[in-house]
């Protein structure tokens, strides 16, 4: 099991695509240009033809989508904090944090690892994708994810629309039940185009692309920051030796993670997978000398 | 349009068992260099063949948002006469192929649930929609146009002034209309004397 | 509401969205799992009547289970792809297999001693099914340990241990239940040790995890929990002291370690959930780690960080 | 100021932040903070409707601090000019310019007017009061009225007591950085900030530029605001100049062609005017009333005869003045809200509404839907049923009781109308970019274009009419009306027309190549002389699409087509200096090649090409020609900018402070309180207005209410909340209030709050936020309510409609309503419903009316 935890960097699976292996890609999500738009948003469910997730009157600054889930794959955070947005600023200010969300693409990813059916797996592009032809909603990976991103569907949650007149015919026809989050729109990066959000995101808040140069860019952006004395700048899951071996899919907050519903030292449950199996055998052999305990001592009736 | 969605399933049953077995990913896993089962081997027939829905499109036509004015480029992917997809054309040196949620949202402006399709037509004094047809509506506007402006036609103002109009007829509506339907719009309307012309230019 | 910093108070991770199935299937695999060691230890020990009957007991939970867990996926229609695969990284898919295996076994046993033929087969398929027997009765725990709920992550040393201990109480105390108290000393004996085994866990566990372990005392968890530790002690305490003499008193305290057994399973699963409600229980661990050992998360302006090549 | 750039125009707000990245100061004066104030260097939160107090504050700084581009000035703008003697400042008149006619409520505008200017030739017709203003005048000054290219009299010094910058800076002295902190409720250091980023970042080397929407239009002084602006343009040096300039950001696709080619009811397309009411006398006479005798309005016959041949083809011709005579006429204001009063009154008998939600986009929605009910018959056209077609059965009236269905007899047709992507078509955008868009489906059923609705309309209505001899149909039976038409739904071919709008040769048919080409005797037809040459060579220029990366400089002239003449930057002779030399390396745009005796850059210069910098026009030039070398703006008669307006504008030719109709303070200035000339519907019953200060009733509505759009919607909602996707992103009307009004209206984040004016009560949900800052104004704080606009009583997400709230007292220029500052009240909890809804607003007008003194009495408001 160690195997899957070396601290490479590497994501279990990826190099086994061998000749058909491309460059690892992912999103460096830059907040302190994001305008909260919602163009992500709507440009992935547009593209991915995901069902509407129904409105709720949320009362959390413009954030009426609350999560990501399984009819949201892209969601912007909204936090409103009486905080200057400069550090030089003086103590008082007002400022508008927004972050769009999205699958971290995890290195070390926990939905992949424990998918039974093998409907997630490791792409030649280094993301984890859910096969909804294979998924068979056992609903492993929802609580195996450490930012609550994967979800399962459940169209009952989408049919308080107020109105549903016929929908267009290829849309509502996706079944329930399976799981459901971001796929770096797989089938797009194999025709050679760029995920839908990133595509719209009007200020390039959302930047696609080989890993290693998002995060040389991600990197110099952060320098630039602090150089400009911006408040509480900082890259979130860009490193390798983090607790899940750097996201495909990371950020940069201006704020701590906790601040945007994030974990603020995501550990990939797997990484104690060894430890756990090893516990498990040796509980597995203490019930079996247990039980043949008590007939060992105390006689066969 | 279609998806992809599952049919590769059943030429897959179709195969003989060594097939079957051949493509078992467990098999796959031990034989591919995959042991654990992460990466190539658990890949379905239908992510391996997986095209995006842009690359499918019969014609792909270069368009222009038709919400704000910022007028933003964009690209309508159409298959069998329907609208797959909308999103922004790179080339426009306005946008640069970006999008706003609205914008990003066309398609489904153009395939709303809500979207009317047929003639409404409410009688007086009537009490539900009716249907009339496109041709019988045509004839009646054109009709009303006619009866209201003889009946409440001014050739001069109460103080003897020159006038040619009717005050009894307005058009309302144009900023989010074409240029070309503009121009039909205060070309009938003057023609008609129809001077209460107006649009969103002052809201 | 939750006392750490969080957005809205919203969770961060997601609640688990199994339903009942579940800690039932946990409830009969543990029990059937152990059942088949049972068996087996019964048959070489001479005891035909508790082999047969936990080998009946035992395929007839293993039965149960299949139907448990595939009514819970969402497209139950694809059961079968769990087997597509085989991944040690996934409990799950590990538990499929065992339960294929185990389960297999113990309903081949049982078919073959009702219908009395091919012994040397029958005997194949209860000594493979007691192999896979303690496997099936405490995999489950990892396969909640292997989760970001932190409330069963956290006690990934002890769950295994626990369902185990709880799967051979049920085991003794579901076989205590048909059997008369003369036939039934060692699952009598195994429900008392093993239900005793499985109060301490809870309470080790509980212990453990602190303040994270506080979903235990708290809602649904806390019911489940607190019945859950009478009703063992409860049968423990019968079965221990008048299981010997009576038959009805031995039903009784087979019926009650089966309860706590059921209930300690309903309390874990709905503990799973409480955890993962408030984001408290996610971040303020996380944040005191950090803070003890530095993160990894975040990288600061500055901060030397890992050689973005090695990355990719 | 005056915009939400980032959520109202996001993808546009790119640009904003590519700056911002590059070391731009992006300052955001709002009153609310918004997604726009969250990206910006600098957020000054100030009161709603005091925009002229903080711009003029900024002039009164670049002048008492001498800060301003003097080179720019003196040679670009009219500072030099002197002004007649009877002309009276506000200053000197309690807030009143010279001319005030308190009887017709009027200004006499002729003491605005420069020393020692003759009128010319349309003497009489100004005597009876007419005169290009509003749109008509909008990029004109036609009429300006000069001899020749200069004012008759200058001081180049800028010195002489009665020239343009001396009347200025008087005008502007009492507007100190205390007056603006008091004003506005910004503080002094905040004010400094922006005045100091303003100068650093202008000059020869760098320009700065203003970006508003109709934060700033809708007001009862809201052309004024955008002047104010211009005047700090102007002496900043900052107009005709890459990266400077005024960006008016517009909200629909198509908001500036329904300007150039308009759908308004005092202009044809040019801007130009329609005629009047008033006897002219004969076609002549017209044309003198509107031509200028210099500058490019100087062409005004060209432009009107061209016109008149693309629109009667053969039938207009010299012998019958072109049809002139039996044109339809207007009066000075018969825009929508006149045309609403008329409606109720029932003057009005058919309405057509194409594309547009008057129900629920108009101030005082209430009227509108009343008006509704009095017409014999509507026409709607949208691609969803809209609340302006449904409101006979579910407005907010029905539920009330006002209306009841079956006593309407109002005959309505509902046409489902085609979308952008099934018409071939052009938007113009915000930048004056004509951009063609193809039709990509077929519509389905009966969803048919406006050019199909249109086309059709008029060719029926033709045929009907055709044998008739009534002098009323002349001009229909005359209009030129044959277009080719395609497909099975026989669609009218759109490329033909917008070749009729960009120009041809009528002899041969030839598209023109620019306005340039334009005739005056007949031989040209062009339907929008500013659109002249959109068509030129036979191509459809707006339907250039060649890449930006494939093109040589950033300008991108070859994507699309811009009015006029594709240029980017209008009036970019600016950009260089007087001798024709760019005023920096820098900033180097367009430029006088001095060898090849040419302008040349990487725009189309906005010039002649080949009038040299030196250039000075001789006593008896006419038109074009008579406009010096050194000045860029050839639109105008005296080719300089204007810092003061003499002609045009009716409510004076400077800005100044005025309060809005309804605020919760006086004039600090002037005891004259409001806009005196701003429209109001006084008499009418449908349009009351909220209690000021001083008159009973003014606590009932304490605080300012502005509205306003979010990124997630579109103004009415008619093409956003049909979506799914937006309709759950701002999923419910809501008011945002700041924790302090919370607190003190008892009101809780995510609950109901009812919010009242005179006109109407709505419910909101509640979202409580920092962002919404009390202000403190002379000593008082204030609360601002902010209402987002979008919601009606149907569709996807429903919701009670702002505009209810609001009043249609109007801009005088423009006939725009003040939706961006009223006064309103506030409380918990859901509103009154039916009859007890109307029942409350009465009671609320009643405590208003009760002992109201006449307002003239007391003071002027």
């Known amino acids: 099991m160690t195997s899957i935890m070396e601290p490479s960097g590497v994501p279990a699976g990826y190099e086994a695509w061998g000749d058909d292996q491309h460059a690892r890609v992912g999103f460096f999500t830059d907040t302190s240009v994001c305008i909260g738009c919602k163009a992500c948003e709507v440009a992935c469910k547009e593209w991915n033809l995901i069902p509407a997730d129904g409105q709720d009157f949320l009362a959390q600054s413009y954030d009426n989508t609350g999560e990501l889930n399984s009819e949201t794959w892209r969601h912007v955070a909204f936090i409103e904090q009486e905080k200057p947005l400069r550090a030089d600023d003086g103590a008082v200010g007002l400022r508008w944090l927004m972050e769009s969300d999205v699958c971290k693409h995890c290195t070390h990813a926990a939905c992949l690892d424990v998918c039974p059916t093998g409907s997630l797996f490791r792409t030649e592009f280094g993301t984890v994708v859910v096969q909804e032809d294979i998924c068979n909603g056992c609903g492993y990976c929802v609580p195996a994810c450490p930012f609550g991103v994967i979800d399962k569907r459940d169209m009952k949650s989408t049919a308080n629309m107020g109105h549903q007149p016929d929908l267009p015919s290829f849309l509502g026809k996706k079944e329930d039940g399976r799981v459901w989050k971001c796929t770096l729109c797989y089938d797009r990066l194999k025709g050679g185009h760029e995920p839908a959000c990133a595509k719209a995101c009007p200020t390039k808040s959302i930047q696609f692309g080989p890993l290693d140069e998002l995060r040389e860019r991600a990197d110099q952006r952060l320098e630039k920051l602090q150089d400009e004395g911006w408040n509480g700048a900082q890259l979130y899951l860009r490193d390798p030796d983090d607790g899940i071996g750097g996201a495909g899919a990371f950020f940069l907050l201006l704020d701590d993670p906790e601040v945007y519903g994030l974990p603020p030292d995501p550990v990939v449950t797997t990484a104690f997978l060894g430890q756990m199996w090893t516990n498990m055998a040796a509980a597995a052999a203490a019930l079996a000398v247990g039980v043949v305990g008590g007939f060992v001592f105390g006689g066969r009736k | 349009m279609t998806f992809p969605e599952s049919t590769v399933a059943k030429d897959r049953y179709a195969m003989g068992l060594a097939d079957l077995l051949e493509h078992w990913p467990v098999v796959r896993q031990l034989r591919d260099g995959d042991p654990l089962g992460l990466g190539p081997a658990v890949q379905s027939q239908r992510s391996k063949t997986l095209t995006p829905r842009i690359d499918e499109a019969e014609h792909v036509v270069q368009s222009i948002c038709p919400y704000c004015a910022v007028g933003c480029g964009q690209l309508v992917y159409v298959k069998d006469g329907e609208i797959t997809h909308i999103e922004g054309d790179p080339a426009s040196p306005v946008s640069r192929g970006r999008l706003c949620p609205k914008g990003q949202a066309s398609r489904s402006y153009a395939q709303s649930p809500l979207r009317e399709y047929k003639v409404k037509y409410r009688r007086p004094y009537g009490t539900q929609w009716e249907e009339l047809s496109l041709d019988d509506a045509m004839e009646m506007i054109a009709q009303r146009i006619i009866d209201t402006r003889a009946a409440n036609w001014q050739d001069k103002t109460d103080d003897g002034k020159p006038a040619n109009r009717t005050m009894a007829i307005g058009n309302l509506g144009g900023a989010t209309l074409d240029n070309e339907e503009n121009y039909l719009i205060k070309k009938l309307m003057t023609g008609l004397g129809i001077v209460q012309v107006e649009n969103q230019a002052r809201i | 509401m939750t006392d750490a910093r969080s957005y809205y108070g919203r969770p961060v991770v997601k609640e688990p969205t199994w339903t009942w199935e579940i800690p039932v299937y946990f409830f009969t695999g543990g029990m059937g799992g152990a059942s088949s060691v049972l068996g087996l230890s019964a048959k070489l020990f001479g005891n035909e009547k508790l082999s047969r009957t936990a080998l009946y007991i035992g395929a007839a939970s293993d039965a149960v289970s299949a139907p448990l867990l595939i009514s819970d996926l969402g497209r139950p229609e694809r059961f079968h792809h769990m087997l597509r695969v085989f991944k040690v990284t996934s409990p799950m898919n590990i538990g499929a297999w065992i339960l294929t295996v185990a389960g297999g076994a113990s309903n081949t046993a049982a078919a073959l001693e009702l219908l009395g033929i091919l012994k040397p087969v029958k005997l194949l398929a209860e000594l493979v099914a007691s192999v896979f027997g303690p496997p099936l009765a405490t995999y489950t725990g990892v396969l909640l340990a292997d989760t970001a709920i932190p409330v069963w992550h956290e006690a990934r040393h002890e769950l295994p241990w626990l369902f185990g201990a709880s799967g051979a109480a049920a085991a003794g105390a579901a076989a205590s239940l048909f059997l008369d108290p003369d036939e039934a000393g060692p699952a009598r004996r195994l429900a008392v040790g093993a239900g005793a085994a499985e109060l301490t866990l809870m309470q080790v566990m509980e212990q453990r995890l602190g303040e994270t372990g506080e979903v235990y005392k708290r809602e649904e968890a806390g019911k489940a929990g607190r019945a859950a530790k009478a009703l063992t002690a409860a049968g423990v305490a019968v079965l221990a002291t008048r299981g010997k003499g009576s038959r009805g008193a031995q039903a009784l305290g087979g019926a009650l370690v089966c309860a706590g057994s059921m209930c300690m399973r309903w309390s874990v699963y709905k503990a799973g959930f409480q955890s993962a409600r408030d984001p408290k229980y996610v971040v303020k661990p996380q944040r005191e780690r950090a803070r003890r050992e530095g993160t990894k998360a975040s990288t600061m302006p500055g901060e030397s960080r890992g050689a973005a090549d090695r990355g990719t | ?861």
């Open chain 4, 1 to 861: 100021m005056g915009s939400n750039m980032a959520e109202n125009h996001p993808v546009g707000f790119q640009w904003v932040m590519e700056a911002r990245e590059r070391g731009a100061k992006v300052i955001h004066v709002d009153p609310r903070f918004t997604r726009t104030s969250a990206m910006a260097t600098k957020w000054v939160g100030i009161r709603p409707g005091s925009d002229i107090a903080f711009l003029g504050g900024v002039v009164n700084y670049i002048l008492q601090n001498e800060l301003y581009f003097r080179e720019y000035v003196e040679h670009y703008t009219n500072a030099p000019v002197i002004i007649d003697e009877a002309y009276v400042d506000t200053e000197d008149a309690d807030g009143l310019f010279s001319g005030w006619d308190p009887e017709q409520g009027q200004y006499d505008v002729t003491t605005w007017s420069y020393e020692g200017m003759e009128t010319h030739g349309a003497a009489g017709q100004r005597e009876e009061g007419y005169s290009p203003k509003g749109e008509q005048s909008g990029h004109g000054g036609h009429g300006g009225g000069l001899k020749h290219g200069e004012p008759p009299s200058e001081d180049p010094e800028l010195t002489h007591p009665r020239c343009v910058f001396q009347i200025l800076k008087r005008h502007y002295q009492r507007y100190t950085p205390e007056f603006v902190a008091e004003t506005c409720g910004v503080s002094v250091e905040d004010f400094a900030y922006v005045c100091e980023a303003l100068v650093q970042n202008s000059g020869r080397e760098r320009t700065s530029a203003f970006c508003y929407a109709v934060g700033w239009t809708q007001h009862t002084v809201g052309v004024q605001y955008i002047r104010t602006a211009a005047i700090i343009q102007q002496l900043l040096g900052n107009m005709g100049r890459p990266g400077g300039g005024i960006m008016a950001l517009r909200g629909h696709a198509s908001i500036q062609g329904s300007t150039d080619i308009p759908t308004l009811y005092n202009i044809l397309p040019g801007y130009l005017p329609m005629p009047h009411t008033e006897n002219y006398g004969s076609f002549d006479n017209f044309v003198q009333a509107n031509v200028a005798p210099t500058g490019w309005w100087g062409n005004f016959e060209e432009y009107w005869v061209s016109l008149m041949c693309a629109y009667f083809g053969p039938e207009a011709s010299s012998e019958n003045d072109w049809l002139f005579d039996h044109l339809p006429r207007i009066d000075d204001d018969n825009s929508v809200y006149w045309t609403l009063e008329q409606m109720l009154d029932g003057k009005v008998r058919g309405y057509i509404v194409a594309g547009e939600n008057p129900a629920v986009g108009n101030a005082n929605g209430k009227a509108h839907r009343l008006a509704f009910a009095n017409l014999d018959w509507m026409v709607v056209r949208d691609v969803v049923e809209i609340e302006s077609a449904s409101w006979w059965y579910d407005s907010p009236e029905i539920e009330s009781g006002e209306l009841k269905t079956e006593e309407i007899p109002t005959e309505i047709f509902f046409m489902p109308a085609a979308t952008h992507t099934e018409k071939d078509g052009s938007f113009t955008n915000t930048q004056r970019l004509l951009q063609w868009h193809w039709q990509a489906v077929e519509p389905k059923q009966d969803c048919r274009s406006e050019l199909w609705f249109y086309f059709h309309l008029g060719r029926m209505i033709k045929s009907k009419l055709k044998d008739s001899q009534e002098p009323r149909d002349l001009l229909i039976n005359k209009l030129h009306w044959d277009y080719p038409t395609h497909s099975a739904i026989r669609e009218p071919s759109a490329e033909t027309i917008l070749k009729e709008i960009g120009g041809y040769e009528v002899e041969s048919g030839e598209p023109l190549p620019g306005y340039k080409k334009l005739k005056s005797d007949g031989s040209t037809a062009c339907g929008c002389w500013i659109y002249a040459g959109c068509y030129q060579n036979g191509i459809n220029q707006p339907a250039r699409k060649k890449p930006h990366w494939e093109q040589d400089t950033h300008v991108a002239p070859e994507w699309a087509w811009a009015w006029p003449a594709n240029r980017r930057i209008i009036y970019n002779r600016a950009s260089a200096d007087p001798e024709g030399n760019p005023w920096s390396e820098r900033k180097k745009y367009v430029y006088w090649n001095g060898e090849q005796e040419t302008w040349e850059g990487i725009d189309t210069p906005d010039f002649d090409e080949t009038k040299p910098p030196d250039y000075v026009p001789p006593d008896d030039a006419k038109g074009p020609d008579a406009i010096a070398g050194d000045h860029p703006f050839i639109m105008q008669s005296d080719g300089r900018s204007w810092l003061y307006v003499p002609q045009g504008l009716e409510d004076g030719p400077l800005p100044t402070h005025y309060e809005p109709q309804e605020s919760p303070f006086d004039n600090p200035l002037y005891s004259q309180r409001a806009n005196p000339r701003r429209q109001q519907h006084k008499d009418a019953d449908w349009d009351p207005y909220n209690p000021i200060e001083g008159e009973p009733g003014f606590e009932l509505f304490p605080h300012v209410l502005t509205t306003y759009r979010l990124t997630e919607h579109h103004t009415a909602g008619g093409m956003t909340r049909s979506i799914p996707y937006l309709a759950e992103l701002q999923p419910a009307f809501f008011c945002e209030v700041s924790p302090e009004l919370a607190e003190e209206a008892g009101l809780e984040n995510g609950g109901w709050a009812t919010v009242y004016t005179s006109r109407s009560a709505v419910e909101a949900r509640v979202l409580v936020t920092r962002r919404m800052k009390p202000q403190t104004v002379r000593g008082r704080v204030t609360h601002t309510v902010g209402l987002p606009y979008h919601w009606g009583q149907r569709l996807l997400t429903a919701g009670d409609t702002a505009n209810d709230l609001l009043h249609a007292a109007l801009d005088p220029n423009v006939h725009i309503m003040e939706t961006k500052a009223q006064t309103c009240g506030i409380r918990a909890g859901r509103r009154p419903r039916g009859k007890a809804l109307t029942e409350f607003v009465e009671s609320l007008r009643a405590q208003t009316e009760k002992t109201r003194p006449e307002p003239e009495e007391t003071r002027k408001t």
